[in-house]
């Protein structure tokens, strides 16, 4: 059938893959199509292995074109100095800040890296910023990305003397979100706290229901590993 490549042909392979690089530099380079750049980028990184080329395009679409795509994936290039860019959570800080409010494929991811790195306090000359790391687990959290749920409820759970009060209403209220989305730790944290009576009153039953909730998931991770280990 024409047009079909046979992927058992290794010459017929290169002669796809070449002229597959050559449409994407096109898309980029003469239509300016951003989606194009990020395309180009992913070949030249998943296809050629050439990350220095990828890291060009990621970023001359990021900085040109604005593109939340390419704004993450260079971000994550500086966090470990990939392609030849600078090594910089700063830059990386910056790259994910940019992809978060593109409102892109990536900018639920994007937007926990900015409260992880904010959080964490590596980017902010006064140490972690946990107003800014709240406010973008949040928008994360909002988009339905359970670990930016997680984090919040642990940061309500344990509290801080710089303006961030201890709140076990709001950490449960975030531990059950998680555990919606199927974080097994907050599951297991929602279920103490059911116990114990944090932030609610006890409530024996659900915290039995959290609890087995906590086993499922957590048998479920345990098959994943073993079905990429096989």
Request: aromatic share 10%.
């Amino acid at each position: 059938m024409a047009g079909l490549v046979n992927f058992e042909d290794e010459n017929e392979v290169k002669e796809f893959l070449d002229n597959l690089g050559m449409e994407y530099s096109f898309q980029c380079y003469k239509e300016k199509d951003p989606e194009g750049c990020q395309r180009l980028a992913d070949y030249m990184e998943g296809v050629k292995k050439n990350y220095e080329s990828a890291a060009q395009v990621l970023k001359q679409n990021c900085e040109t074109n604005g593109h939340g795509e390419s704004c993450y994936k260079l971000g994550a290039y500086h966090v470990t100095g990939k392609g030849g860019v600078t090594k910089c959570l700063k830059s990386a800080y910056s790259c994910f800040l940019s992809s978060c409010n593109s409102n892109g494929k990536k900018s639920i991811d994007a937007c926990h890296n900015v409260g992880l790195l904010a959080h964490d306090g590596r980017v902010g000359e006064k140490g972690p910023d946990l107003t800014v790391a709240r406010q973008y687990y949040e928008k994360a959290c909002t988009g339905g990305y359970a670990p930016s749920c997680f984090n919040l409820s642990t940061m309500f759970i344990e509290g801080n003397t710089k303006g961030f009060p201890t709140d076990m209403k709001q950490a449960l209220n975030y531990a059950n979100r998680a555990c919606e989305l199927g974080h097994v730790w907050a599951c297991a944290n929602a279920s103490r706290m059911y116990k114990l009576g944090h932030g609610t009153e006890k409530d024996g039953k659900k915290a039995e229901e959290l609890k087995n909730r906590a086993k499922e998931l957590h048998g479920v991770d345990k098959e994943r590993q073993l079905k990429f280990g096989e």
